[in-house]
């Protein structure tokens, strides 16, 4: 029971999150949307401003209680702008429930007095049940005009179910960004749940506002964001396989490129089924491999946020495993120089093995997240950037203004999902 509670729970607040995206696509071009402000989403566009109370109640039935719930900040809301003089907001009801098709739905008076009984029971002492009657007309103080006023400004408007409100967000992004259909799903929309979730849990209702213009280059902008709720909805695997083939269709990826894997420590935890230290070899020895790796090719940086014990235990152990690597003499503050500086290397002279490296002073680079910390707009060599299980900011990291893609893993199958991407580069 806990559990079904807590999907109703998160997919109220995905579905909330899909409502917002839907309103900044289909706005007017100098639209501004703001998250969790006078109500759940406020679009203001052409001078007015709409505020939006969005409930999604998959499993129940409809009933005059869960929409009063919708509907009556929103009217306490409208008196209290009356009553002090303030310019009048549109409202919409925007709720779904399992048993009403969806449309529009304008009540009467009467009906909408009848949302505003609203009948308690109260458990006392004893065990024995008082019921309580409230009649929010009358606890509010508000006037038969002020319901029919009211009413006339709202739009109650049950809506689609999970799946269908997916569909309708998938298609405008594909109208919106004139991409096809996995792209929509996958890259698109992964880059504005990001963007909205980011805006939502901002502190200030500035910081929680957009300009859709803004959105849009945000969401165009953006190569890459894996957000994990994104990925357990479509599941592992297929997210795993799309991920693959469109960072090699977008060139989103490249061993020509200088990339940085910036990796949370896991104190003796396997990590996709593998030690940590057995981890980083994989890692480093699956992005550069001797006699397949092009002359071209420029092996990885793994940056680990941890401990100085914990990354000094690893270097011994990749050394022990007969791993060469450099660390940059980060110990000797030369990173600037060993950083950037390419293995030394040489090539296959069979024609199979030509342009193909099959000796390498080293395989790539290991270093402690706070050294590229502290080399941050000095060095910043790295024009990919992956994250797996970081805790933190990037950007604490890595000046991203030269950064041409990012893609984030998160969760319990972060690197193995980081090391699936890089055995498929």
Not at 315 to 326: P, Q
């Amino acid at each position: 029971m806990a559990d079904r509670a807590a999907n109703a729970t998160i997919k109220g607040y995905w579905y909330q999150f899909d409502k917002a995206i839907l309103e900044l696509l289909g706005a007017a071009a100098t639209a501004t949307v703001t998250l969790e402000g006078i109500e759940d989403v406020d679009v203001l566009e052409n001078g007015e401003t709409r505020t939006i109370q969005c409930k999604f109640h998959e499993g129940t039935t409809y009933s005059k209680s869960p929409l009063r719930a919708a509907v009556l900040p929103m009217f306490e809301t409208y008196l209290d702008r009356s009553r002090a003089g303030l310019p009048s907001l549109r409202f919409q009801a925007y709720t779904h429930f399992k048993n009403r098709d969806p449309g529009e739905w304008k009540p009467t008076r009467d009906e909408f007095k009848d949302i505003l009984i609203e009948d308690k029971r109260h458990r006392e002492k004893d065990g024995t049940i008082r019921r309580e009657t409230i009649d929010h007309q009358t606890r509010l103080g508000a006037t038969d005009f002020d319901i029919d006023a009211f009413v006339a400004l709202c739009t109650f408007q049950f809506a689609l179910s999970f799946q269908d409100h997916r569909a309708k967000l998938i298609s405008s992004l594909r109208a919106v960004f004139n991409c096809n259909e996995d792209d929509a799903k996958f890259l698109y929309y992964n880059a504005a749940l990001g963007e909205v979730v980011r805006l939502s849990s901002a502190p200030s209702v500035g910081e929680r506002t957009v300009a859709r213009r803004d959105f849009l280059d945000t969401v165009n902008r953006k190569p890459l964001l894996q957000a994990s709720w994104h990925r357990e909805f479509v599941g592992r695997e297929a997210y795993l396989v799309w991920l693959k083939r469109h960072c090699k269709k977008l060139g989103l990826v490249s061993k020509q490129k200088r990339t940085v894997l910036l990796l949370g420590y896991r104190e003796g935890g396997a990590q996709a089924g593998l030690s940590f230290e057995a981890l980083v070899e994989e890692l480093l020895r699956s992005w550069y491999p001797l006699g397949s790796a092009h002359y071209q090719h420029i092996p990885l940086t793994v940056a680990i946020q941890g401990t100085a014990e914990q990354l000094m235990t690893t270097k011994r152990a990749l050394v022990e495993r007969r791993v060469r690597f450099e660390d940059a003499k980060e110990d000797l503050s030369l990173v600037s120089d060993w950083l950037v500086d390419l293995p030394v290397r040489e090539v296959g002279r069979a024609a199979a093995k030509r342009n193909k490296v099959v000796r390498a002073s080293h395989q790539g680079w290991v270093v402690s997240a706070n050294t590229l910390r502290a080399v941050r707009g000095i060095l910043d060599p790295f024009r990919v950037v992956l994250v797996a299980g970081l805790e933190g900011k990037v950007s604490e990291y890595i000046e991203l203004s030269g950064v041409h893609s990012i893609i984030e893993f998160s969760g319990a199958d972060a690197s193995a999902d980081a090391l699936a991407l890089i055995r498929g580069v």
